[in-house]
């Protein structure tokens, strides 16, 4: 078998279009975000989206977020509204997806929104991403770049390690400046946080002027991806741990725990942003080093500390 890291490619203009010819002859290809890594495709191709469902082994009935790099780009796709106007203006581009209608007419392809009315969209912040969207006339279906389940990518290599010789190109920016998926917002009724990310619900709330929700009941929310176990290292994980064993991979956040082997510490000055930056990275160096049970410390529910707090009750579904 080859190297699996053969197919990682770092930035310039020759691996930018190669990337570029891959998109338009409807392949798919590892791409940087701010957020975390992720498997582009022609959102526009029925082609192409279906073979990101089939390397990803994702469920169709779970919709894709579809990257644009500018509102021209959007106005065919979907509805815009007050709230989305306001938000986009805030936080675009960046860490935060727009749910909205799906227009009649729209290119989108039916399988990348699982035949739903709506549609998930994002404007990502990445220079390397962006100069891709703006060199071809598609918006790009991007998940994130992981086995459906399992742990996301904070890197071209992690990437690699996920898809092996299955994924031919990879364009490698380094790791990903947040490391934590975006935040997914509801606009098509009472604007609702469907996922939280980076951008926090008080942030949001802010701008909008209003009180938002967070739609925590598993049996009503709208984002079927969001159902079941995701974000998993395939190993046991206990959460609110005070302790570990010797022979248990130990997550901890601040000072007060103290070093050891086995203890990973997501942000010894107790910092959320930084916690998050680590934690899939952590998950997946865990997982490597072959440890049977994972114990996490609590974790500030504060700020991103939801979102931490979110993938880890997930995880450990
Ligand atoms: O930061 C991110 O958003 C990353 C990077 C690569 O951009 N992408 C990402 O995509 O996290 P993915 O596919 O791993 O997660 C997309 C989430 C899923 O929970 C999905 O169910 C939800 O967005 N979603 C997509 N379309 C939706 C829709 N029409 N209504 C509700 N939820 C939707
Ligand atoms: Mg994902």
Excluded: W
């Amino acid at each position: 078998m080859k190297n699996i890291y053969s197919n990682i490619f770092k930035v310039n203009n020759k691996s930018l279009s190669k990337a570029i010819n891959y998109l338009k002859k409807k392949d798919i290809i590892g791409v940087p975000t701010e957020t975390v890594y992720g498997l582009a495709g022609n959102a526009y191709s029925s082609t192409a989206v279906k073979k990101i469902y089939y390397l990803k082994k994702r469920p169709f009935k779970n919709p894709l977020i579809i990257h644009y790099h500018n509102l021209k780009q959007l106005k065919n796709d979907a509805e815009f509204n007050i709230n989305f106007s306001k938000l986009y203006k805030k936080f675009s581009p960046g860490p935060i997806t727009f749910v909205l209608k799906k227009k009649k007419n729209s290119k989108i392809s039916n399988i990348a929104t699982a035949n739903l009315k709506t549609v998930a969209i994002r404007f990502p912040k990445n220079k390397t991403l962006i100069k891709l969207l703006k060199a071809i006339n598609f918006p790009l279906a991007i998940p994130s770049a992981n086995k459906s389940s399992s742990i996301s990518p904070v890197s071209a290599e992690d990437v690699a390690q996920e898809f092996k010789n299955s994924l031919k190109f990879i364009i490698n920016d380094g790791s990903s400046k947040i490391g934590l998926e975006s935040t997914v917002v509801d606009l098509t009724a009472k604007p609702k946080i469907l996922r939280p990310g980076f951008i926090g619900l008080n942030s949001i709330s802010k701008t909008l002027n209003k009180k938002i929700s967070i739609n925590n009941n598993l049996r009503t929310i709208k984002a079927p991806g969001m159902l079941k176990r995701h974000y998993s290292p395939g190993i046991p994980i206990k959460l609110n741990q005070k302790k570990a064993k010797n022979n248990e991979a130990f997550i901890v956040f601040g000072k007060k725990y103290k070093k050891a082997k086995n203890v990973f510490n997501l942000s010894y000055k107790s910092n959320l942003n930084e916690a998050a930056k680590n934690l899939y990275k952590t998950l997946r160096l865990i997982k490597n080093r072959n440890y049977k049970m994972i114990c996490v410390s609590s974790i500030p529910k504060n700020g991103i500390g939801l979102a931490i707090n979110d993938r880890l009750n997930r995880a450990a579904k």
